[in-house]
Structure formats: structure tokens, C-alpha cells
């Protein structure tokens, strides 16, 4: 089967060629705090099929945004992670997050949530208070934590190495937080 593709002579309908495709931009989402497993991938996708998750993870490393590696004993295992092309993405999502957080509105009985989610949200509001440094952020049980030099702020899996700030939310405090309806102060600790 062929990949649909607008035919326009211009770089906004190219891009959209690469990655304008349902889910494709979630799954750059998933991967851009890290590495993941197919099966990581499948449980942080609610609602896509495993048969779709299939075909845009290859139409992804065809197009040169993500690679497949093996690791663990006997390379037993394959993970995806973004290449530096699709690490280059994050700019977008940060400019589709901005966009669609006042859009988010209340949360519905139907909607699948994760906590890793709110990672882009809300490291612009970390970055706020921590110009320069690494935060390690608590949401429950999910675990992340920030770069922030400057404008530029990545997330990444995991408790950071050294942090200079901690934060522990609950889930609602996350959401609050992130659509600007609750301070991130006096949360925090620092390490």
C-alpha cells in the first residue's frame, strides 16, 4: 500500500507527508523523553492498534525520525528511539502543546491520561522558576525530569543524576498546574 501524500510543492505539506499522519506525532511525543519498547509504546497509546503502531513505527524509520536497535542479553529486545532529525520535532510538539493546553478544557470520562504527558506543559513552567539546571519531576508513580538551559528545555525518563529542584504532584495537581490554575510553588524541595 502506497502512503498518501498532498503532491504540494511546499515545505509545510512535505513535513506533513513525513509525519501528518494519524498517531505519527504521538509516537515522536513517547519517544522524546527517551527510548521505549514496542510494548511501552502500545500501553502509552491507548486507542491505537497494534497493527497501526506497527506500520507508523516503520514509515518513521523509513522517513530517518526514529530507529530500531536491540539491546539486553542476546539482543533479545528492540527499542525505538528518535534520530536526531526526529529529535528536532520537539520544537513542534512544544509549539502544539502551547496551542492546545487552554483547548484541553475539563477532562472527560473517555479520556486516557499518563502522567508523562503533562511533560511538555509543564516544563515551561519549571523553567520559570529554574532557569539553568536539572529538575526532577514526581507525578505519582511516573518519574521525569528536565534539562533547562535557557529557552531550550528537554525531558528525559527517570529521576535526574544530581537534580538542583524536585517537584512532587499528584496527577490533579499536574493538570492544574499545567493550564496555569495552580502554582507550582511551594511544592518543591530543594536537593
Known sequence: ???????????VSRALDVVGDRWSLLVV?????GPRRYSDLFADLPGISTDMLATRLRELEQDGILTRRRVGPRAATAVYELTDSG???RPVLEALSDWGTPHLGARRSTDAVRAHWFALPLGRVV???VAHGRVTVHIGE???HYVIDGDVITHHDGPAVDPDREFRLELDEAIEVALGTRALSGQASEV
Open 142 to 144: 511516573a518519574v521525569f
Open 29 to 33: 511525543r513517547e519517544l522524546s523523553s
Open 127 to 129: 523553567a520559570r522558576q
Open 87 to 89: 529529535a528536532a520535532l
Open 1 to 11: 500500500m502506497s502512503r498518501r501524500n498532498y503532491d504540494h510543492f511546499c515545505s
